[in-house]
């Protein structure tokens, strides 16, 4: 398979927006390099950027390897993708809004119902609420990759609680501590003031009639594989970092709970999965909520962001359809591609998928984090066997889309630069009509020769990103 | 502030000075271990200090007889002894990490530090880099983990929180390092013997006072003078009154609607360092009269649990 190489063109030519850094790359000398690289490693861990990892060790913590080779975006291309992700996510809360209230889209059978109403994330109990602005997904996560010939497809959306924005911004503060001559060098848009435009988001969305709202940060905890951020945006948002047990309900009114006696929340960050936030309301065992802050939420008094039941929009048996609801809402064509997508609980495309095993990416409808997947042509018979099995017992949890050659990019590894494959997380903030970002986002690459996976949970790194002003 | 980031604050600082406390005591104790003495005498010392950590039953289960090796053994780097050094650098650590975000980038990147050099350290390649280094190295995490908080952090209820937890945790170990070792050196009556310097130098030496006994009163070390300094002295950093004084200042400047009662507490304690003589608290019994001070600390402590952090019974 031909992949595209985000440096250098198919002739080994280097692209226009990577000359000035590989002319760097090349004069540098090696040892140079070697001490920084060094010095990056030294410094996450003193600084502690670390993530959990399921399954390991409690509360054993890891570093996500970070690569010194920046995943560089000409100007042009990113305006390409940014007009495309705000149009996107415009839509997805459009449909949100749509299918808690009239179910317009429903009604002109641009999606099945039964795929959502019957789907497991659609929260009956958001039917009739109305959030602040109409906006459900407050933060969202696009994440694309560049494939074929160079275009970039969006692979999913994120709606639930995307995360990885901290490693978007300590990379980039990193790059700049290590290589300053580097960005004397390049004109690299700044993504440093996310924090304060993800404040500024969630003030606005507030509760109305609330002159000076009170934001805060819900985490799980410190055993949180992404604790790191959830602290690291309080800290950097200026506001609360609270816990469940900080808060409580009374009056249908959240207050945390403060060394002055209670105070009153406005706007909640929330890290926390729709099932575990009330457990009067979801799953009774859940220790991480607050009890009763659904019906706080419900009755006006509180934000939620992003708000319950998004999960119904971002799943991956809802994907399909998303440019027939950019269609639907806004009346515009989708400028980002759809990856070509085969709904297994469809007979035919199911006679499909398990013909072509070995050729496709099959995929949980629920699963996240690079959990669940086979990837047909990097797996073994016994694996794609196994998958057989799973899809025959329970079609409409899967599906299939072609295995993209996605894109690489020269990276540090054990026996020198190589390339490796890559995505891109750029996170979209929405406030009523405004929908900003900043430009890049979080790249993620595959550390592994010739893997396609670039989830750290499955050991994937990062790269800082640069998108290029003119 | 929330309850529980008050709670972590005012946690991570006492275990961090708790941290800094042992170190010293079991230098101190290991120094006196090298003036000349019978070896039950010497172990008498060890033995004292798992009693006054209540530690004798963990300490009984793992080992049979008490010496130095032993009981440095298990004060410094027992994983299961949560009074261990190492132990009390991990729960520093880890309260510090449920509010990093609280804390200045260089107070975070201290503890953590400590803690990942901890960590890296064995018993044996302590013991090979002598054991006294390792004890200095403690005392030095300590002053620099204090000395971001004094020059980074702003002076608001996070500091406050901050400083009670120490002073609180710093009145209750200068009381229990001064209880077992006044009641280890005082059995001699009347013959005074040239060891006892020595082991009355060492003890000034373990809370930093030796030079400061010279200062205060250019005269020979004796038991009493050693008692007023630690415990009556107002300028003397690690004495209770100096220790009280600032508990008192912290908890007016944190005061809410229920914390009158433990601030009253509080302020009737200090008085009597104030206003007490060291006479009278000889007379009535010294190891009686630190009895007495170190309950009143644990109840002060749960006052401040009670009034601003999570109630202990919640936090369990």
Redesign the interface.
């Known amino acids: 398979m031909n992949f595209y190489n985000e440096m250098y063109d198919a002739d080994g030519g280097v692209r226009e927006h990577y000359k000035h850094y590989e002319t760097w790359l090349k004069g540098t000398p090696p040892e140079r390099i070697e001490r920084k690289r060094a010095e990056a490693d030294l410094a996450f ?4 950027i670390t993530f959990a990892v399921y399954g390991e060790e409690a509360g054993k913590e890891r570093l996500i390897p970070f690569d010194i080779i920046p995943r560089i975006i000409p100007s042009k291309e990113w305006k390409a993708m940014e007009r495309g992700m705000r149009q996107r996510v415009k839509a997805l809360n459009m449909f949100l809004w749509d299918i808690y209230h009239d179910q317009e889209i429903l009604k002109a059978g641009k999606v099945p119902a039964e795929q959502v109403l019957d789907n497991a994330q659609y929260r009956a109990v958001m039917k009739g609420v109305d959030v602040p602005a109409g906006i459900y997904a407050h933060i969202a996560g696009v994440d694309l990759v560049r494939a074929g010939a160079g275009e970039f497809y969006v692979l999913e959306d994120n709606l639930r609680v995307p995360s990885g924005v901290s490693y978007m911004l300590e990379d980039r503060k990193m790059m700049m501590r290590l290589f300053p001559e580097l960005f004397a060098r390049h004109k690299v848009a700044p993504v440093q003031h996310y924090p304060d435009m993800l404040l500024e988001k969630l003030r606005a969305v507030a509760p109305q009639g609330i002159a000076d709202p009170t934001v805060v940060v819900l985490t799980p ?2 055993y949180n594989s992404a604790y790191f951020e959830h ?2 945006l ?2 950097q948002m200026g506001v ?4 469940g ?2 808060l409580f309900v009374k009056d249908d009114t959240v207050y ?6 209670p105070q009153r929340v406005d706007v909640i960050y929330r890290r926390i999965d729709d099932d575990f936030l009330d457990p009067l309301a979801f799953r009774a065992d859940s220790a991480l909520g607050v009890p009763g802050i659904l019906k706080a939420y419900q009755a006006g008094n509180v934000t939620l962001s992003n708000a319950i039941g998004t999960g119904v929009a971002d799943d991956k048996s809802i994907y399909p359809y998303v440019p027939d609801m950019i269609r639907f809402y806004l009346g515009e064509e989708p400028i980002l591609n759809n990856v070509p997508t085969y709904m297994c609980r469809k007979k035919d495309d199911l006679a499909y998928v398990l013909d072509h095993l070995g050729e496709l990416v099959v995929k949980e409808v629920h699963g996240a984090g690079g959990y669940g997947m086979l990837v047909g042509p990097a797996s073994t018979k016994e694996q794609i066997e196994k998958f057989r099995q799973l899809l025959l017992a329970k079609p409409d949890g899967y599906i299939a889309q072609p295995t993209l050659a996605l894109s690489n990019c020269p990276t540090f590894v054990e026996e020198g630069i190589a390339p490796r494959h890559l995505d891109l997380r750029p996170f979209v903030l929405s406030s009523g009509k405004c929908v900003n970002m900043v430009p890049g986002g979080l790249t993620r690459v595959a550390l592994t020769k010739g893997s396609l996976v670039v989830n750290s949970s499955q050991g994937g790194g990062t790269k800082d990103t640069w998108v290029l002003e003119d | 502030m929330l309850s529980r980031t008050a709670d972590h604050l005012f946690w991570m600082s006492r275990y961090i000075e708790r941290a800094e406390n042992l170190a010293r005591l079991l230098d101190v104790t290991w120094q006196m271990s090298l003036v000349p003495q019978s070896e039950e005498a010497a172990n008498q010392s060890w033995a004292a200090i798992i009693a006054l950590n209540s530690l004798e039953e963990a300490y009984a289960a793992k080992y049979d007889t008490v010496n130095g090796e032993n009981v440095l053994r298990f004060m410094v780097s027992d994983h299961d002894n949560f009074s261990s050094i190492y132990s009390c650098l991990r729960m520093a650590r880890e309260n510090a990490h449920a509010v990093r975000g609280t804390l200045t980038t260089e107070m975070w990147e201290t503890m953590n530090s400590t803690w990942l050099e901890a960590r890296e350290k064995s018993f044996e390649q302590i013991v090979n880099a002598g054991v006294g280094d390792f004890f200095e190295w403690v005392k030095l995490r300590s002053s620099l983990s204090r000395g971001t908080t004094l020059g980074t952090l702003l002076q608001d209820e996070a500091f406050h929180f901050i400083r009670l937890g120490t002073l609180l945790e710093r009145a209750d170990n200068t009381a229990r390092i001064l209880d077992v070792k006044y009641h280890v050196l005082r059995p001699h009556g009347e013959e005074e013997e040239a060891t006892d310097f020595y082991q009355w130098g060492a003890l000034l030496r373990s809370v930093s006072a030796f030079e400061v006994y010279r200062k205060v009163y250019r005269d020979v070390i004796t038991p009493e003078r050693v008692a007023e300094l630690l415990i009556l002295n107002s300028d003397m950093p690690r004495s209770l009154r100096f220790c009280l004084n600032g508990v008192v200042k912290n908890l007016e400047l944190l005061s809410n609607n229920h914390s009158g009662e433990t601030l009253r507490q509080a302020g009737q304690l200090y008085s009597q360092l104030r206003y007490g003589r060291i006479e009278d608290i000889l007379k009535d019994g010294l190891h009686e009269w630190l009895t007495d001070f170190m309950d009143r600390i644990y109840l002060i402590g749960n006052g401040i649990s009670k009034d601003f952090l999570v109630p202990m019974d919640e936090a369990a």
């Open positions: 861990h003193r600084v502690g905890g410190a602290s690291f309080a800290q609360e970092l609270v816990e047990r900080d945390m709970r403060t060394t002055q006696g």
